[in-house]
């Protein structure tokens, strides 16, 4: 074999060893921004709880003092009192930031990896691993794998158990999937691990929480029939990120925005076994997102 052969067998290597560590330190700033990004959303819903109960204890001596003094001032100084202790009970400070601005630094990331999987003409879907304990070790984590085969291919779990982004058997990639902080949060707002309840209790309690609770989508509805499960979001605070993500083609047709990549990560965690995003479609007017899921059946 001569040096050239030698160079020519060694250069995938050297490519493929670079592009993991990109993709890896990629996924490290994800994850810090994501961390970063929930911190701020939990400052943000702390109320002033220390200041209100001191308001509403200092307002109720002054009115049950009122009561013995009769003395009208001090009933008004305590009802004042009161009434501000509870409306700082419930307020929450919001600190209000500019989805262009998060979308900004969300697409970049997105379009480095569409970069990779064409670089390495990765033909097959994105399956969306269910992260059962001794797969993905723990409830709380997640993996994407996406084959070079254009078929659908669950790859062992010797493969995906560990950190490994390149999988050789059979030849694949294995990403964090950009929803993974989302699902996370989800959960953390129900009290309720995913992996533990089943697609019934999503279907009953997502929509709240994405109505209600998070004020990310003024509807949200999910059907299921058969294998597909069909996820119709309305009013969704995404809508202008996912006319970007569509550009990606490697990313919104099998990947998933994070929103979509999101609901993906709950179904896999419910159902307990491999999901595929089968299509999604997005009004004109980007108001109404429908997805559909495939539960692939082992």
């Known amino acids: 074999m001569t040096n050239a052969d030698k160079k020519e067998k060694t250069l995938p290597t050297q490519k493929e060893t670079s592009i993991q560590a990109l993709i890896e330190r990629i996924q490290q700033l994800e994850s810090a921004k994501e961390a970063l990004r929930l911190e701020l959303w939990k400052q943000g819903r702390k109320p002033s709880g220390r200041i209100a109960y001191i308001l509403l ?51 970049s990331s997105l379009t480095t990896i569409d970069h990779v999987i064409s670089e390495f003409n990765y033909k097959g879907k994105a399956v ?35 950190k490994k982004v390149f999988v050789k058997n059979p030849q694949g990639i294995c990403i964090v999937p950009p929803g993974l902080s989302l699902v996370n949060l989800y959960e953390k707002e129900l009290g309720k691990e995913f992996a533990k309840v089943d697609l019934e209790y999503l279907k009953n309690n997502l929509p709240r929480l994405f109505i209600e609770n998070l004020e990310i989508a003024k509807n949200l509805e999910i059907n299921k029939e058969n294998s597909l499960i069909h996820v119709k979001i309305t009013g969704s605070v995404y809508k202008d990120f996912c006319t970007e993500v569509r550009k ?12 979509c990549s999101s609901i993906a990560c709950a179904l896999s965690r419910a159902v307990g076994k491999p999901i595929t995003i089968e299509k999604n479609e997005v009004s004109p007017d980007g108001n109404v997102i429908e997805a559909y899921y495939r539960v692939i059946e082992e």
Do not use: Q
């Open 248 to 259: 990606l083609s490697n990313i919104c047709h099998s990947f998933g925005c994070p929103l």
């Open 128 to 162: 969306y691993l269910p992260p059962l304990p001794y797969f993905l070790k723990g409830y709380k984590g997640g993996v994407v794998y996406i084959s070079s085969k254009e078929e659908i291919i669950l790859p062992p779990v010797h493969e995906v158990s560990g």
């Open 57 to 107: 204890f200092f307002g109720a001596a002054s009115v049950i003092s009122s009561i013995f003094y009769v003395s009208t001032i001090l009933a008004f100084i305590g009802l004042t009192l009161i009434f501000w202790g509870a409306l700082l009970l419930f307020m929450k400070p919001i600190r209000y930031v500019k989805t262009s601005l998060l979308d900004s630094t969300a697409i």
